[in-house]
């Protein structure tokens, strides 16, 4: 596998171009059977999903961003835990961090950007495997730091399923199942870097074990990748917290 980080200009989230005109001047070679992966702050911010610091509270924009939250006084951090389109993350996922002044928010639609960027780059390439990730990073329980999530893929099947392959010792495997996307993310971010490197884009080359597709993932294959919280293994955590949810608009 290679990786590759690209340098991107300094974008202001106030004067943000075209995610296209961004992608033509930052992406200017790709191969087939490769994968570009774009931090969401950057999709984001040139979709427009940004808010002035000076505008609103945080605690504002967390309860109309996120699903479902817990009170920030339950934390000894001062930080509001949140579920966010199935995820368990930090502050809905704003972000104050290189933007100037700004909230960045998720994108509206990561799949649907992810979708749209996909397509773009194979019409501009004339390329048929192509894939796409949607990036962002958070912390994983119990544990210090931080590590790259996946919050879209496009063009290639996110899973691999060991389930009833033999390990090394004949045994069917029961339960297993490789998630492709995160993994290739928590890649894509630690070769982008988390603070002043400026490469907000990686090209992911030479895989092996991706199925590409020559189309968006269908409601099925995403519906496969997220777990009802009362199914979860962590279920007995996450059931008995006191949970607040997002009033309806």
């Given at each position: 596998m290679n990786i590759e980080a690209l340098k991107s200009p300094r974008i202001e989230p106030n004067q943000a171009p075209k995610l296209t005109e961004l992608l033509d001047k930052i992406v200017i070679t790709l191969t087939e059977g490769s994968i570009v992966a774009v931090t969401s702050k950057i999709v984001a911010i040139c979709e427009g999903r940004v808010v002035e610091v000076k505008s609103v509270s945080k605690e504002t924009l967390i309860e109309q961003e996120a699903d479902r939250w817990l009170p920030r006084?339950?934390?000894?951090?001062?930080?509001?835990?949140?579920?966010?389109?199935?995820?368990l993350i930090p502050t809905a996922g704003i972000d104050e961090s290189n933007s100037g002044g700004f909230y960045v928010l998720w994108p509206a639609d990561a799949q649907a950007s992810a979708n749209q960027i996909r397509a773009y780059l194979q019409q501009r390439f004339s390329l048929k495997q192509v894939g796409v990730l949607i990036t962002d990073s958070t912390t994983a329980p119990l544990r210090t730091g931080t590590t790259g999530i996946a919050l879209a893929h496009s063009?290639?099947?996110?899973?691999?399923?060991?389930?009833?392959?033999?390990?090394?010792?004949?045994?069917?495997?029961?339960?297993?199942?490789?998630?492709l996307a995160e993994g290739l993310a928590a890649a894509a971010v630690l070769a982008m870097g988390e603070g002043n490197e400026g490469?907000?884009?990686v090209i992911i080359s030479d895989l092996s074990r991706i199925d590409f597709q020559d189309r968006d993932p269908n409601a099925d294959e995403l519906a496969e990748l997220a777990i009802d919280p009362d199914d979860d293994l962590y279920a007995p955590l996450?059931?008995?917290?006191p949970w607040h949810n997002r009033k309806k608009r």
């Open positions: 006084s339950l934390s000894r951090y001062d930080i509001v835990l949140t579920i966010k389109n199935n995820r063009g290639f099947a996110a899973l691999h399923n060991y389930i009833e392959m033999p390990d090394l010792f004949g045994r069917p495997l029961k339960v297993t199942k490789a998630n490469t907000p884009f996450l059931k008995n917290a």
